[in-house]
């Protein structure tokens, strides 16, 4: 979700073809839908359905799309994920446990909405486990007021302790009311290190947007006690013009905290720094720079542009490169497309080498874009999903499949990219036949998509709109529209 009536970004969409509007934000399709036809109904139980080595895990109607998944350390069975819901109030879970075969699904809680005739929804997943087995899912709450604009938004975290099954209880914090206050994409890591001092701690990491000159920055919450409750800092330079979105935060090997963001008004990768879990941090610094400030408008995505932010892990092997930060972003390529670039640093954050593409560098035009990388513990190996348009057949780049690329040398040199989804996706066309309607439930693919990596297996998870017009029992005379997909990759 990003609400950009406070970002000062119309410069850049003129340079870049952007899709950045001052009046509506991206969500607002979202907000419209459920203001005149009311949220859609619970889908009950989720039963996936596997189809030639990819998972619908959702398997409901209606959209759902930005999706995230992680791993329980202590039982790497069971994976959870979690959605955004378009045309329902929730925030949507999901949950296997043989190692991503099968899923369940399950709502997140919300909190009342603001006044008589008010709603809430919730947005932007983002899950982790700790290494007791705990499950946390990070996302925002959006209070509306029956069409009388934003009464304000809040972060959300839901705890689980069955693996993801239920999530009995919520923590609240960092209310923001009326219009010019907006808190967003929040990004949710723990602390799992054997050798940290501060292990089992729980960060979110966000961006503030606040209307005028100066934006809100990076905000940095932590919580020590399980998630029961969270203190905030701010991550970026508090001097500086705080205009950034898409923070990450990540954990060292002895419990140092990272945090990387997309810092639009310098157009840098943005890192900085923690030894105290928050408390105090270093000054802000830079990963690289880049052409694209904020998003781009791009064929594959042609009702919201595709968003720049990093992704980023630390290798927590044993192996050559124990210790080494590796960051992903979006950026153009020299013919002008996007591809997807990797930096990686081995003192802290303090350097970074120069940034490289992890894709297979292809003689026609490609675009590439919401990607996430995760390292694998066990192994070291840098693993690096996103969506591809090499498979288009419409010659217009509108169709997209997962790719993902992995480096077993800790990010300097990466292997011929793996196809994952086994269908192309259309999002520009519905129907995947040219020319036809287009789609446009209010997010499209959304503005991220997860990965994890354990054990020498990957698990990418996307939106995939293959199933777009199947009917289901249920479902509208539309179809299932846009579902959570996801594998696993050996």
């Given at each position: 979700?990003?609400?950009?009536?406070?970002?000062?970004?119309?410069f850049?969409?003129?340079?870049?073809?952007?899709?950045n509007?001052?009046?509506?934000?991206?969500?607002?399709?979202?907000?419209?839908y459920?203001?005149?036809?009311?949220?859609?109904?619970?889908?009950?139980?989720?039963?996936?359905?596997?189809?030639?080595?990819?998972?619908?895990?959702?398997?409901?109607?209606?959209?759902?799309?930005?999706?995230?998944?992680?791993?329980n350390?202590?039982?790497?069975?069971?994976?959870?994920?979690?959605?955004?819901?378009?045309?329902?109030?929730?925030?949507?879970?999901?949950?296997?446990?043989d190692?991503?075969?099968?899923?369940?699904?399950v709502?997140?809680?919300?909190?009342?909405?603001?006044?008589?005739?008010?709603?809430?929804?919730?947005?932007?997943?983002?899950?982790?486990?700790?290494?007791?087995?705990?499950l946390?899912?990070?996302?925002?709450?959006?209070?509306?007021?029956?069409?009388n604009?934003?009464?304000g938004?809040?972060?959300?975290?839901?705890?689980?302790?069955?693996?993801?099954?239920?999530?009995?209880?919520?923590?609240?914090?960092?209310?923001?009311?009326g219009?010019?206050h907006?808190?967003?994409?929040?990004?949710?890591?723990?602390?799992?290190?054997?050798?940290?001092?501060?292990?089992?701690?729980?960060?979110?990491?966000?961006?503030?947007?606040?209307?005028?000159?100066?934006?809100?920055?990076?905000?940095?919450?932590?919580s020590?006690?399980?998630?029961?409750?969270?203190?905030?800092?701010?991550?970026?330079?508090?001097?500086?013009?705080?205009?950034?979105?898409?923070?990450?935060?990540?954990?060292?090997?002895n419990?140092?905290?990272?945090?990387?963001?997309?810092?639009?008004?310098?157009n840098?990768?943005?890192?900085?720094?923690?030894?105290?879990?928050?408390?105090?941090?270093?000054?802000?610094?830079?990963?690289?720079?880049?052409?694209?400030?904020?998003?781009?408008?791009?064929?594959?995505?042609?009702?919201?542009?595709?968003?720049?932010?990093?992704s980023?892990?630390?290798?927590r092997?044993?192996?050559?490169?124990?210790?080494?930060?590796?960051?992903?972003?979006?950026?153009?390529?020299?013919?002008?497309?996007?591809?997807?670039?990797?930096?990686?640093?081995d003192?802290?954050?303090?350097?970074?080498?120069?940034?490289?593409?992890?894709?297979?560098?292809?003689?026609?035009?490609?675009?590439?874009?919401?990607?996430?990388?995760?390292?694998?513990?066990?192994?070291?190996?840098?693993?690096?999903?996103?969506?591809?348009?090499?498979?288009?057949?419409?010659?217009?780049?509108?169709?997209?499949d997962?790719?993902?690329?992995?480096?077993?040398?800790?990010?300097?040199?990466?292997?011929?990219?793996?196809?994952?989804?086994?269908v192309?996706?259309?999002?520009?066309?519905?129907?995947?036949?040219?020319?036809?309607?287009?789609?446009?439930?209010?997010?499209?693919?959304?503005?991220?998509?997860?990965?994890?990596?354990?054990?020498?297996?990957?698990h990418?998870?996307?939106?995939?709109?293959?199933?777009?017009?199947?009917?289901?029992?249920?479902?509208?005379?539309r179809?299932?529209?846009?579902?959570?997909?996801?594998?696993?990759?050996?």
């Amino acid at each position: 979700m990003r609400k950009l009536s406070f970002l000062l970004c119309l410069f850049a969409a003129a340079a870049f073809g952007q899709s950045n509007n001052s009046k509506d934000p991206t969500w607002w399709d979202k907000y419209q839908y459920i203001l005149n036809n009311g949220p859609a109904a619970d889908p009950g139980s989720t039963s996936s359905v596997s189809s030639s080595g990819n998972v619908d895990v959702s398997n409901e109607c209606g959209p759902q799309s930005e999706t995230y998944i992680t791993i329980n350390p202590a039982n790497t069975k069971n994976l959870a994920g979690g959605s955004n819901e378009i045309f329902r109030l929730p925030m949507r879970g999901y949950f296997s446990s043989d190692g991503g075969k099968s899923w369940g699904g399950v709502d997140a809680p919300l909190p009342p909405a603001i006044g008589a005739n008010g709603i809430d929804f919730g947005s932007d997943p983002t899950l982790a486990f700790d290494s007791r087995g705990n499950l946390f899912y990070g996302y925002i709450v959006v209070f509306f007021g029956n069409g009388n604009g934003i009464n304000g938004t809040e972060l959300a975290v839901a705890k689980s302790t069955d693996g993801g099954k239920t999530y009995p209880s919520v923590t609240y914090f960092s209310f923001n009311g009326g219009e010019d206050h907006f808190n967003d994409k929040p990004m949710i890591t723990a602390d799992n290190a054997p050798a940290s001092p501060f292990r089992d701690n729980i960060y979110v990491a966000w961006d503030a947007a606040i209307g005028g000159s100066t934006g809100g920055g990076i905000r940095l919450a932590t919580s020590s006690d399980q998630g029961a409750t969270f203190t905030v800092t701010r991550a970026d330079d508090p001097k500086g013009p705080g205009r950034a979105i898409g923070a990450v935060p990540f954990v060292g090997t002895n419990g140092e905290l990272y945090v990387a963001w997309n810092d639009y008004a310098a157009n840098t990768i943005a890192f900085n720094r923690s030894f105290d879990a928050g408390a105090t941090w270093d000054k802000q610094s830079v990963i690289a720079g880049k052409a694209i400030p904020f998003d781009i408008r791009i064929p594959a995505e042609s009702f919201r542009g595709a968003l720049v932010y990093p992704s980023c892990d630390v290798d927590r092997s044993s192996g050559a490169h124990r210790g080494r930060l590796v960051c992903s972003w979006m950026n153009l390529s020299g013919n002008g497309t996007t591809d997807i670039f990797t930096s990686y640093s081995d003192d802290k954050g303090t350097s970074w080498s120069l940034p490289k593409p992890a894709t297979d560098q292809l003689a026609f035009a490609v675009d590439r874009f919401n990607h996430w990388l995760s390292i694998d513990p066990t192994n070291g190996v840098v693993n690096v999903s996103f969506y591809d348009t090499r498979n288009d057949t419409t010659g217009f780049r509108y169709m997209t499949d997962t790719y993902l690329s992995r480096s077993s040398d800790g990010g300097a040199t990466f292997a011929s990219n793996v196809r994952v989804s086994t269908v192309s996706s259309n999002e520009h066309d519905c129907d995947g036949v040219f020319p036809c309607r287009s789609i446009n439930y209010g997010n499209q693919q959304g503005d991220y998509e997860g990965l994890v990596a354990y054990g020498g297996v990957a698990h990418p998870i996307w939106t995939d709109s293959r199933r777009n017009t199947e009917p289901a029992p249920g479902c509208t005379a539309r179809g299932l529209m846009e579902e959570v997909f996801t594998a696993s990759v050996k």
